[in-house]
C-alpha cells in the first residue's frame, strides 16, 4: 500500500462534509469523492484489516442486518460530523433481501456509492391517506413502527445500536414513489424524510460505502407487510466470518476499477 495514506483519504471527505455543517451537500460531495476514487477505496478497504487495532474494532462492531446486508463501521469518531460505513450484500443474503426487507428511513441524512457488484434497486415510497385517495390510489397497508436504539440519541456503537426495540404505532398505506438504480460508481442521497427500500440488482456480491451523517432524531420508521413475519433480529458476526466478507469484497472492489479502468 505504498504511497497510500489513510488519514489523507478521511481527512479531504471531512472538509467536504464539514462545508455543510453536516448537510445532505456536504454528504454527497463526499459519496461523490469516494466514487471517483475507487482504487482509493480498495486500498482503504485493504488497510482496514491491515490495522490490527482499528480491524480489531471493525470486526467486534460488524453484523449482518435483518434487511439482508452485512454491516461495518470503518469509521466513527465522536468529534466527526460523519461515519462511513460499509454494507455488503453476498449472493444468498441478497436473495433473502428481495422478500423480507422492510421499507424504513433513518435517523440521519446519508449519501452512498455503489463500489462493487451490478447494482442497487432502491424503491422510494410515501405515506397515502386511505381516506381521501382514490380507489386506485390506496397503496399498500403496513404495519408502522418506530425503531428506537437503546440509549436514545447518542447512540454511536453498531454493537448497541443493534438492540433496539421496534415499537408498534399503528396501521399505514404507503404508495410506491420513484425507483433509482445506481450502478458501480453510481451515488444515491437520502435525507431524513425519505423511506425506501434497497436490493442488489444481481446475485453477486454488491458493495456500497455510506457516508452517514450526524443523528438527527431519536427513532426511525419502519414499516412491514402484513404478510411479512416478525422482523429478525439482527446477527453478530465472528472475526473469521467478517474476514470472509471483508476479503470477498477487496477482490471484488479491485475487480471492478480494472473493468472501469481497461485493465
Known sequence: MS???ERSLISVL????????GGIA???RAA???AGGPRDVATLLSWCMSAPDHWRQIADRAYYHPNGFTKFVLYDQPDCLFRLRLHVWTGESGRNARGEQNVHGHRWDFASTVIAGRGLCIDEYVLSDAAEAPCDAH???YRAYEYRPHGGHDVTGAERAVEGDLVAVGEVHLQHAVRFSPATGGTYACTTD???TVVPVGDDLTATLIVQGPNLTDGAPVFRRADQPVQASPVPLTVAEARHVMDA???EVRRSWRLASGY
Request: hydrophobic share 40%.
Open 32 to 34: 461523490k469523492m469516494l
Open 14 to 21: 471531512q472538509e467536504a462534509v464539514d462545508e455543510e455543517n
Open 26 to 28: 456536504g454528504l454527497e
Open 139 to 141: 397503496g399498500a397497508p
Open 249 to 251: 469484497t477487496i477482490v
Open 194 to 196: 425519505k423511506l425506501h
Open 3 to 5: 504511497g497510500f495514506n
